[in-house]
């Protein structure tokens, strides 16, 4: 199973610029684009949060007109910029598989076990999952508990160094933890928020943050520092689970020099030497 992870694409109404500085309608159909290109094609894509930049129908609109023609099924999850309600009336089919209170759910349909959880709170840029949420999620993977499972959320449950967006993240992740704990199934977490990738583990399991498709929140470790953003190269993660594990790859979107060969038709390496 190749499985895309997108995430804070922050879609607003046409003519409004992120910042006044980000087309993020733009940088989202070019996202769109790379992943109706790649090949092989994910088998499905999650979106870990902040679809839209202020909760509005008329951006989650956008957003599914921007995403309507991927050939793969999409599976989103609100982030601080979305909310429960606002996600949920604007993808019926999602909230229909919303359990513990919020959108939380779980994808069964591939090899790969996809659980995807709810962790925003109204009106807060942190996030919080809950007591009725976390005995959702120990309860879903106990009842599967031979099938390789990947959690996803949008807020870190782990800090970056990055202050502006450490103090914004998981508040109940050492909860989260110990569920995650008791449960040797599933492969990784992986998350959004940061608008970059960021490695680690948590749980004794690898966790990731993907990167934006538009912005990219300033690595800066200083933790006096401005909150600031780069127009870095965006780019999405690809998952691929094969042989029962999970290898997660940074797919850079855009038009990149290359594919240059390593070696020529009979097989000798291309080094630029120019041969008598």
Not at 247 to 256: C, K, Q, S
Request: aromatic share 6%; with cysteine.
């Amino acid at each position: 199973m190749l499985l895309a992870q997108l995430t804070d694409t922050h879609i607003r109404a046409p003519g409004s610029l992120a910042y006044g500085v980000v087309d993020t309608a733009a940088f989202l159909e070019r996202a769109v684009a790379h992943l109706a290109a790649r090949a092989p094609r994910p088998d499905a894509l999650i979106v870990t949060g902040d679809l839209t930049d202020f909760d509005r129908p008329e951006e989650y609109a956008r957003f599914k007109a921007l995403t309507a023609g991927l050939p793969m099924p999409i599976f989103p999850i609100p982030g601080n910029h979305d909310s429960t309600q606002g996600l949920a009336v604007a993808f019926p089919h999602i909230a229909a598989r919303g359990q513990g209170g919020k959108l939380n759910y779980v994808v069964d349909d591939f090899a790969l076990r996809l659980v995807m959880l709810d962790s925003s709170v109204p009106d807060a840029p942190y996030g919080l999952l809950g007591g009725e949420t976390l005995a959702w999620l120990d309860a879903a993977l106990a009842v599967a508990p031979d099938r390789p499972s990947l959690v996803a959320l949008h807020h870190p449950p782990f800090l970056t160094g990055i202050r502006h967006m450490d103090v914004q993240n998981l508040q109940d992740a050492s909860a989260l933890e110990a569920v995650l704990g008791r449960h040797h199934h599933v492969l990784a977490l992986v998350c959004g928020h940061v608008h970059r990738t960021v490695l680690t583990s948590f749980a004794g399991r690898p966790a990731s943050i993907c990167p934006s498709p538009a912005h990219a929140v300033s690595l800066d470790l200083d933790p006096e520092a401005h909150p600031t953003f780069h127009l870095e190269p965006p780019g999405v993660h690809l998952h691929r689970f094969a042989g029962g594990g999970l290898v997660t790859h940074l797919d850079f979107i855009g038009a990149y020099d290359g594919p240059h060969r390593f070696f020529d038709a009979d097989n000798q390496m291309l080094d630029g030497t120019v041969r008598d």
